[in-house]
C-alpha cells in the first residue's frame, strides 16, 4: 500500500525521507476515513449554526472598509497541489500590492479595524469551514503555506504534504504571536524561513507520527483554549 500511494506523488514529493511517511499514514487508513467523516459532519454542522453570525460578519467588513467579504489566497495543499484558501478579509482589497506575504503582527497598517479584531479572535479562520467541505482541507492538519516558503523545504518537510492542511494544528497554537515575533525582526521572511518555518515543520511531522482522532480532539480543545 505504502510503495503505491509513494508511486502516485508527484516528483517534488519522491525522496526516501517522504516514503518512511507514506509507510506511517499507509496504516493509518481507519483513521483518516473516519477523520474525513468527522471533517464533513463537523463543517456542515457548523455551517448552519453560524450562517447567521458570518451574515453579521460579512455586513460589518463591507461596512469598514471597500473590498469583499472573503479573501482567497492560493496555497500549497496536499500533495503540493495549489488550492484556494477562504478567509474573511482582514485587510484593504489591495493589501498584496503594498506588502508581502507575511502580516507583521497588529502594527500591519493593511488590517482593518475590524479586521484586527477577527485576528485576534481567529474569527476570519471560520470561513475555511467551506474549504473543509469540499475536501481540499480539515478540521485539524499542518496550516498551508503559501508556494513561496514551500520552496524552502528540505526532504524531510515536504512529508508533511502527505496530509490535508488543517484550520488549526499543534504548530499554530505554539505559534500564535508569530505576528509579533516578526515585525521584531529586519528580514521577517529570513526569520520566518531560519527561525519559525523549521520548526512549524518538525511539529507538523511530529502530528503526522502520531495521527489519531484522539491528538485531533485535544488539538481542537487547545485551540479553543488559545483562542479564549
Given at each position: 500500500?505504502?510503495?503505491?500511494l509513494?508511486?502516485?506523488?508527484?516528483?517534488?514529493?519522491?525522496n526516501?525521507?517522504?516514503?518512511?511517511?507514506c509507510?506511517i499514514?499507509?496504516?493509518?487508513?481507519?483513521?483518516?476515513?473516519?477523520?474525513?467523516?468527522?471533517?464533513?459532519?463537523?463543517?456542515?454542522?457548523?455551517l448552519i449554526?453560524l450562517?447567521?453570525p458570518?451574515?453579521?460578519?460579512?455586513?460589518?467588513?463591507?461596512?469598514d472598509?471597500k473590498g469583499?467579504?472573503?479573501?482567497?489566497?492560493?496555497?500549497?495543499?496536499?500533495?503540493?497541489?495549489?488550492?484556494?484558501?477562504?478567509?474573511?478579509r482582514?485587510?484593504?482589497?489591495n493589501?498584496?500590492?503594498i506588502?508581502?506575504?507575511?502580516?507583521?503582527?497588529?502594527t500591519?497598517?493593511?488590517?482593518?479595524?475590524?479586521?484586527?479584531?477577527?485576528r485576534?479572535?481567529?474569527?476570519d479562520?471560520l470561513?475555511q469551514?467551506?474549504?473543509?467541505?469540499?475536501?481540499?482541507?480539515?478540521?485539524?492538519g499542518?496550516?498551508?503555506?503559501v508556494r513561496h516558503?514551500?520552496?524552502?523545504y528540505?526532504?524531510e518537510?515536504?512529508?508533511?504534504?502527505?496530509?490535508?492542511?488543517?484550520?488549526s494544528?499543534s504548530?499554530?497554537?505554539?505559534?500564535?504571536?508569530?505576528?509579533?515575533?516578526?515585525?521584531?525582526s529586519?528580514n521577517?521572511?529570513?526569520?520566518?524561513?531560519?527561525e519559525?518555518?523549521?520548526?512549524?515543520?518538525?511539529?507538523?511531522?511530529?502530528?503526522?507520527k502520531n495521527l489519531?482522532l484522539?491528538?485531533?480532539?485535544?488539538i481542537i480543545?487547545n485551540?479553543?483554549?488559545?483562542?479564549l
Amino acid at each position: 500500500m505504502s510503495s503505491r500511494l509513494f508511486g502516485k506523488l508527484p516528483e517534488s514529493m519522491q525522496n526516501e525521507s517522504v516514503e518512511k511517511y507514506c509507510n506511517i499514514i499507509s496504516r493509518k487508513k481507519t483513521t483518516l476515513f473516519f477523520k474525513r467523516l468527522f471533517d464533513i459532519v463537523f463543517s456542515f454542522c457548523a455551517l448552519i449554526v453560524l450562517s447567521f453570525p458570518f451574515l453579521i460578519i460579512a455586513i460589518i467588513i463591507v461596512s469598514d472598509s471597500k473590498g469583499g467579504v472573503f479573501f482567497v489566497q492560493k496555497r500549497v495543499g496536499r500533495n503540493n497541489k495549489d488550492f484556494g484558501i477562504i478567509k474573511f478579509r482582514t485587510m484593504v482589497s489591495n493589501a498584496s500590492e503594498i506588502g508581502g506575504e507575511l502580516t507583521n503582527g497588529d502594527t500591519d497598517s493593511r488590517i482593518t479595524k475590524v479586521g484586527a479584531f477577527l485576528r485576534k479572535y481567529r474569527i476570519d479562520e471560520l470561513s475555511q469551514l467551506f474549504n473543509v467541505l469540499a475536501g481540499s482541507m480539515s478540521i485539524i492538519g499542518p496550516r498551508p503555506e503559501v508556494r513561496h516558503f514551500v520552496d524552502c523545504y528540505n526532504d524531510e518537510q515536504m512529508a508533511t504534504l502527505l496530509v490535508k492542511p488543517g484550520i488549526s494544528c499543534s504548530s499554530s497554537i505554539a505559534f500564535a504571536n508569530e505576528g509579533d515575533l516578526l515585525s521584531k525582526s529586519d528580514n521577517p521572511d529570513e526569520f520566518y524561513v531560519k527561525e519559525i518555518l523549521p520548526e512549524k515543520a518538525r511539529m507538523n511531522l511530529d502530528y503526522i507520527k502520531n495521527l489519531s482522532l484522539i491528538s485531533d480532539i485535544k488539538i481542537i480543545f487547545n485551540t479553543i483554549k488559545e483562542v479564549l
